[in-house]
């Protein structure tokens, strides 16, 4: 059963840093594209970023909103994704999710989610 | 505001079809058959229902369908049931670097 498990969220200062993980088991992490997505307060769903599996070079996407800021990374050898948040701004406040897609290697679908983490940026 | 348009909510009764729809542009509903559908419980993770603008994924049950039109998708629930109310979203690949995945708005479904 593929289950995704984030961890890290919690109450962090506009201009700090954060760094979320997503626990990964029940397939070949290594073979998948692995995915973040945040949904705001009472808000919609909002893509973040995502990270290639390293037979398509480990690359990673960013939306513009977080470009510069956030940095996805992926440890394969523990089966789990990183989201490093820097520079956090109150709007950053949200539920993030870390997705994967229904097939291996490409990321087209956000297939299966975690339960997510709460991040409030907030002084 | 978001990328694609969505009606903020939609309702039926029992038994009833309804559709949702959800309006992009030619950067990205019109240009990929690469449209997804998610139905989110209150405080649950989103759940993907169709991918592919029309293909369900293995257990998500054969009431829901999805369609494209130019540049708007659609999403029919046919023989509404109560575990069906729920907010929905509507998802399209983009194709650019800082763009990838747009999403609606997300429309809430509310079933009488």
């Known amino acids: 059963e593929v289950q995704l498990v984030e961890s890290g969220g919690g109450l962090v200062q506009p201009g700090r840093s954060l760094r979320l993980s997503c626990t990964a088991s029940?397939?070949?992490?290594?073979?998948?594209?692995m995915s973040w997505v945040r949904q705001a307060p009472g808000k919609g769903l909002e893509w973040v970023g995502f990270?290639?599996?390293?037979?398509?070079?480990?690359?990673?996407e960013y939306a513009a909103s977080v470009k510069g800021r956030f940095t996805i990374s992926r440890d394969d050898s523990k089966s789990i994704a990183y989201l490093q948040m820097n520079s956090l701004k109150t709007e950053d406040t949200a539920v993030y999710y870390c997705?994967?897609?229904?097939?291996?290697?490409?990321?087209?679908?956000?297939?299966?989610w975690g339960q997510g983490t709460l991040v409030t940026v907030s002084s | 505001q978001s990328a694609l348009t969505q009606p903020a909510s939609v309702s039926g009764s029992p038994g009833q079809s309804i559709t949702i729809s959800c309006t992009g542009t030619?950067?990205?509903?019109?240009?990929?058959?690469?449209v997804s559908w998610y139905q989110q419980h209150p405080g649950k993770a989103p759940k993907l229902m169709i991918y592919e603008v029309s293909k369900r994924p293995s257990g998500v049950s054969n009431r829901f369908s999805g369609s494209k039109s130019g540049n708007t998708a659609s999403l029919t629930i046919s023989g509404l049931q109560a575990e069906d109310e729920a907010d929905y979203y509507c998802?399209?690949?983009?194709?650019?670097?800082?763009?990838?995945?747009?999403f609606g708005g997300g429309t809430k479904l509310t079933v009488l």
């Open positions: 030619s950067s990205d509903v019109g240009s990929y058959n690469l």
């Open positions: 997705t994967r897609d229904l097939q291996p290697w490409i990321q087209l679908w956000f297939g299966y």
């Open positions: 990270i290639r599996s390293k037979a398509y070079g480990g690359t990673t």
């Open positions: 029940g397939f070949t992490f290594g073979d998948y594209a």
């Open positions: 998802c399209s690949y983009a194709g650019s670097s800082t763009r990838n995945w747009v």
